[in-house]
């Protein structure tokens, strides 16, 4: 399945991006609002979704938000708007990454297949790690926190098997861009704004955290 | 420096002008005592020299009459004294010898006419005050007034008035510090605020409340800043609505040229030639809007991070299809730099494009630190930048001399401006300089900052 939903509410941005993502090979659905896109996925469900941040009605960041709720799919934001805050703003709601419009199509296709790679690859055989009471297992894809198991993303998982490989190194955000997401030069916000999700998720107190500490110029840190 | 300077002129000022009214005050009321006491003391001399008088000329009325004795007879005390002059000669208390030559011989003169007179003159070294009243046409009586204590005192009363004058002026001194303290505060909180509004924080405003006697300076300045920053935010918006107007339909056109692309097989010569055509003025047209985006962006600061430069030449090199050995030996070892990675990106990869596009291809790219600061060389093969061009080259829109560098549309001549502008966002500066052997030298310097 190499399937892709374009959620896009200017029809010929998507009509466009429908043509030019299946010359790349890809079997692209569009939808023009965040609600079909929603029903869309629930019932025919796309390895990655590409999504818009101002659609009429239910916006971007609650599609992503709403997507999320049941979902581990990556999503990629592909928006015009290019603040710090919006794309700070869409990374806490759950998107994996984000792109300025306008993206060229080759740059568009490295990113799904970047991330399509990610989803697919298998992991290092690492034997579960435990610390504390956060448990990463890697062969079964689950995080669990005081045996309960904490709902991940693919990439937060991705992140957190990296730094949990590294226990007790610190991973510069270069390193980790490039080996949870597989991209040579990228925005390291993705990584602060995905490190701050999964504080969310598995630290008590995420102001002040006891896993995943901030290495202040250098980079990130689980700690033993 | 300025305020220190009115603060200094208004403390002055004070000081001046409380010595200056001091100084009058003293010298006036020295002045109406000194007089008053003076001609107290001479009424009193007046009027003891009539009494003394009307003595002796009651005794000297008698038979063979004693002068000496009758001058005796005068109770003088200590600090007056009486002489006679009878047909030319002096009589005095022997205690009083020698007294005669204080008396003026304008004074004698006068009374010897037969009118009384008063002098002040200096007797053994003292003021004293003289009064000659005639007794006949051959007898003269003087008497003698030492005014000794009345002068201490007002030497005393001058000390007094001259010390009270210098404690005055320097209360006025410390009165102008003080006044000027509270009234430069309000002027060091406009101060105060107009930086931090500098450094980027619009939400700073006087309380009005604080300095009531300046509602006027704090409303205009607050109003002076809400204005700046609903222009400010009204100028955002719309940088962020045009980017927003242009950039939606240019995904369109970069999906549909890489559409043509693709397809560029299937189309006829034409068709295909005009299909590149298209291609290729989407992608200049969408680096030029992202360009101008980044030039309308030029307020935002630095975003400094540790970055490890000489990796990210490398990448640079790599993303441009450019050898990675440009970067000459040495700038391998640089210790992380502490600057804004994604300006840094673009200044690299601008300057390499730069030099491929009119300076022949970059022949060597150079890091390093010189005196607190970071330097960036990047080399070209190319004929170098003309003297007069060399300033004007990072302008807006300015494009390199090399003839058909217009014609092989790759650039937006906004490059340099940008590493220019990138440049200026780190405190820093670019400068271009004819490389030695030829071809031109970019040069980009950053102060440096710890991490």
């Known amino acids: 399945m190499t399937g892709v939903l374009v959620i896009e509410d200017d029809d010929r941005i998507r009509l466009s991006l429908v043509l030019a993502l299946q010359d790349e090979g890809y079997t692209v659905r569009g939808t023009a609002t965040a609600e079909e896109g929603i029903l869309e996925q629930r019932r025919h469900p796309a390895e990655t979704v590409l999504v818009d941040l101002m659609l009429p009605g239910v916006d971007g960041y609650e599609c992503i938000r709403e997507l999320r709720r049941t979902d581990g799919v990556p999503i990629v934001v592909v928006s015009a708007r290019d603040d710090t805050h919006d794309i700070v703003a869409a990374l806490e709601a759950g998107a994996d990454d984000y792109l300025v419009k306008p993206v060229a199509i080759k740059e568009l296709s490295a990113r799904l297949r970047a991330l399509r790679r990610r989803s697919r690859a298998t992991l290092a055989p690492v034997p579960a790690l435990t610390f504390g009471e956060l448990e990463v297992v890697p062969e079964a894809g689950e995080v669990r926190l005081r045996g309960q198991p904490v709902p991940v993303t693919r990439t937060e998982f991705r992140l957190l098997c990296e730094l949990a490989h590294h226990a007790g190194r610190v991973l510069s955000r270069q390193q980790l861009l490039e080996r949870v997401w597989d991209y040579a030069v990228g925005d390291e916000r993705l990584v602060d704004v995905h490190v701050g999700r999964l504080r969310q998720k598995i630290e008590v107190d995420s102001a002040a955290p006891r896993y995943l500490v901030t290495v202040r110029g250098l980079g990130y840190r689980l700690q033993r | ?451």
């Open chain 2, 1 to 451: 420096m300025n305020r220190a300077g009115l603060r200094t002129r208004v403390t002055v000022g004070f000081a001046a002008g409380a010595l200056l009214l001091s100084t009058t005050m003293a010298l006036v009321s020295y002045q109406i005592t000194r007089s008053s006491l003076l001609e107290d003391r001479e009424r009193n001399a007046v009027r003891a020299a009539y009494l003394e008088a009307a003595v002796i000329r009651t005794r000297l009325g008698t038979d063979r009459p004693d002068v000496g004795e009758t001058l005796r007879s005068l109770d003088t005390g200590q600090t007056r004294r009486t002489v006679l002059r009878r047909n030319g000669i002096w009589y005095a208390r022997n205690a009083d010898a020698g007294i005669t030559e204080a008396i003026p011989q304008a004074l004698q003169d006068v009374v010897a006419g037969g009118r009384p007179a008063k002098q002040r003159v200096r007797a053994e070294g003292q003021p004293a005050v003289v009064v000659g009243v005639p007794l006949s046409r051959s007898t003269a009586f003087y008497h003698i007034d030492y005014l000794k204590e009345l002068d201490h005192t007002l030497r005393v009363l001058g000390l007094v008035l001259t010390l009270v004058a210098i404690i005055t002026a320097a209360a006025g001194a410390g009165l102008g510090w003080y006044a000027t303290r509270y009234t430069l505060r309000p002027i060091r909180s406009v101060a105060d605020a107009a930086r931090e509004i500098t450094n980027g924080d619009l939400t700073a405003r006087l309380d009005a409340a604080a300095e009531p006697d300046l509602a006027q300076l704090t409303s205009s300045f607050n109003d002076m800043v809400d204005q700046l920053s609903r222009r400010i935010e009204r100028d955002r918006r719309f940088a962020a609505d045009v980017s927003h107007e242009l950039r939606s339909p240019l995904q369109t056109l970069a999906a549909a040229a890489s559409v043509l692309t693709r397809h560029r097989d299937d189309l006829d010569e034409r068709t295909r030639t005009a299909a590149g055509l298209v291609a290729d003025e989407v992608a200049r047209f969408q680096q030029l809007v992202n360009d101008l985006l980044e030039l309308a962006r030029s307020d935002q600061p630095a975003d400094r991070r540790a970055v490890d430069v000489s990796r990210l030449v490398r990448q640079v090199c790599r993303s441009r299809h450019l050898p990675e050995s440009l970067l000459e030996p040495g700038g391998e070892r640089e210790q992380p730099w502490v600057v804004d990675r994604r300006r840094i990106e673009q200044v690299l990869g601008n300057l390499l494009d730069n030099a491929s596009a009119h300076g022949g291809g970059p022949s060597a790219v150079r890091l390093g630190r010189v005196d607190g600061r970071y330097y960036i060389e990047v080399d070209d093969e190319g004929p170098g930048v003309r003297a007069d061009q060399q300033q004007v080259i990072f302008d807006r829109f300015v494009r390199g001399g090399t003839a058909g560098a217009r014609g092989d549309g790759g650039g937006t001549g906004l490059g340099l401006a940008i590493v220019a502008q990138h440049a200026a966002a780190h405190g820093g500066h670019v400068e271009v300089r004819d490389r030695p052997g030829g071809g031109a030298r970019f040069r980009v310097e950053l102060p440096e900052v710890a991490g």
